[in-house]
């Protein structure tokens, strides 16, 4: 049998080096490339935890902060003015209003001993005001508590009893309610401090 030359066997060995040559160059590559991909995912699912890390802890914040603060939040409702007299166009939705339709015109500052307009009242709200109001069959001493707790201010306080009231004694402030049983100074003092002068629409 006839030994191939010497050249062509040569020549068949530096094929298979060039060969080896680009498939080595090609597994660098597709190492490169899977490196890359590797890194891009990962830089992904940091970007989705630490956005994840954000969220949660602006709810756990907003959670806080709504917790510090006193009384309940109540969906605001329309701010339309409306005439005395004229039909409410929807439901109010708390007891007493914090928001909503109302009249144009308000209700002086100060202590009542009678019941007022819930429509007028809402206007004082919305000027930053807040609303004290008890049910007419509490004990006159709770009533006198009120009055000289209510007397401390002299303006943006509206003190008045109210038959309609589910509760003996109601905080009310633009979009903030707070109901309770019975007197409590520190309670309606820090129900004040966050919410006077608070309405959308301020009137010094």
Do not use: C
């Not at 890390?53 to 709504?66: I, P």
């Amino acid at each position: 049998m006839e030994e191939q030359p010497q050249e062509s066997q040569t020549e068949l060995s530096k094929k298979d080096r060039r060969e080896l040559r680009r498939q080595e160059e090609e597994n660098i590559r597709a190492g490169f490339e899977t490196s890359r991909k590797r890194k891009k995912l990962l830089k992904w699912i940091v970007s989705v935890l630490i956005l994840a890390a954000l969220v949660w802890g602006a709810y756990l914040w907003a959670k806080k902060s709504e917790a510090d603060k006193p009384g309940e939040a109540v969906p605001i409702q329309p701010a339309e003015h409306i005439q005395p007299g004229q039909p409410i166009p929807g439901i109010y939705l708390s007891n007493p209003p914090v928001s909503g339709w109302h009249y144009g015109q308000t209700t002086e500052w100060g202590s009542y001993n009678e019941e007022l307009i819930d429509q007028n009242v809402i206007h004082n709200l919305e000027h930053g005001g807040i609303w004290i109001t008890y049910r007419p069959d509490v004990p006159s001493e709770l009533v006198d508590n009120l009055k000289r707790l209510a007397g401390e201010y002299k303006r943006k306080i509206v003190l008045s009893p109210r038959s309609a009231n589910d509760s003996p004694i109601a905080l009310a402030a633009w979009g903030r309610l707070d109901k309770f049983d019975y007197f409590d100074a520190a309670r309606i003092k820090k129900f004040i401090k966050a919410y006077k002068d608070k309405g959308p629409e301020f009137v010094p």
